[in-house]
């Protein structure tokens, strides 16, 4: 670890992308039946059938464990990346604050997006 | 002079490292990891965006969605589906050999998981065709 003499060693991130995927295959495995195999008759998720289903509290509460589970491991996957082009300590830092801003914004943009069906 | 055709090639050619086959399988696993994760951490964004046609009414999502099961998007979704069919395969053998799990029998792994992931994508080729046909 002589590129990253700071405190981080990257051990958290290491461990968390892990469960966050193994999480994700059971979410986006449920996601993904629900919302396209489930029924191959209805082919449009109408507002009706979006309604239902948000507000039928397992499948909102799958649907909010993919967005904080997917976000997260997506952006701790594009630190990843961006980790492998930048060696300065502080750079990565900066660069953290960055994902960790993003990521919170869009935790919240995604957990307001059914607020229309709750009002 | 070296031309950019022949850069290309000596990158990426049949005689390279970075030509798929000649990649070592856990680089190939890798290479496609990566890319493919780059492809659905994009998707990410799109999917929320899209779906904030939600706070625009009923009437909006309606035509989003007469857009989004129009034949050229379960096409795309079916491209989505295979990266992330070809993500989910390549992580699972990060996680099992994280954890120890057949690490001495990593060629097996691999073309088990291959495997699996055709399997998923020949079950999602036929949902897309369900979709488009009718």
Redesign the interface.
């Known amino acids: 670890m002589t590129n990253n003499p700071g405190k981080t060693k990257g051990t958290w991130a290491w461990l968390m992308q892990?469960v966050t995927?193994?999480l994700i295959?059971v979410f986006?495995g449920t996601h993904?039946y629900l919302t396209?195999?489930a029924s191959?008759d209805i082919?449009?998720?109408?507002?009706t059938q979006?309604e239902a289903r948000v507000q039928a509290l397992p499948i909102l509460l799958i649907d909010y464990g993919l967005l904080i589970t997917?976000?997260f491991h997506?952006?701790n996957?594009?630190r990843m990346?961006a980790f492998d082009f930048i060696s300065a300590n502080g750079k990565r830092r900066l660069a953290d604050v960055g994902f960790w801003a993003l990521g919170i914004f869009?935790v919240i943009?995604?957990l307001a997006?059914?607020?229309?069906?709750f009002n | 002079m070296v031309s950019a055709t022949s850069k290309m090639k000596w990158l990426f050619g049949k005689n390279s490292d970075l030509y798929p086959l000649n990649m070592p399988s856990g680089m190939l696993f890798w290479a496609a990891r990566r890319i493919t994760g780059l492809i659905v951490a994009i998707y990410i964004f799109a999917h929320l965006y899209i779906l904030s046609t939600f706070w625009s009414g009923s009437n909006s999502w309606g035509g989003m969605m007469n857009l989004m099961t129009s034949d050229a998007f379960v096409f795309l979704d079916l491209l989505l589906l295979g990266a992330v069919i070809v993500h989910a395969v390549t992580g699972a053998a990060v996680v099992l050999f994280d954890t120890g799990v057949g690490v001495r029998k990593h060629k097996m792994v691999y073309w088990v998981l291959t495997v699996i992931g055709v399997l998923l994508f020949i079950g999602a080729v036929y949902g897309a065709y369900r979709l488009i046909t009718g």
């Open positions: 892990r995927a193994v295959i986006l993904i396209h195999f191959f082919e449009l998720l109408d507002w979006v997917a976000i997506g952006l996957g594009l990346i869009s943009w995604g997006i059914f607020s229309p069906f």
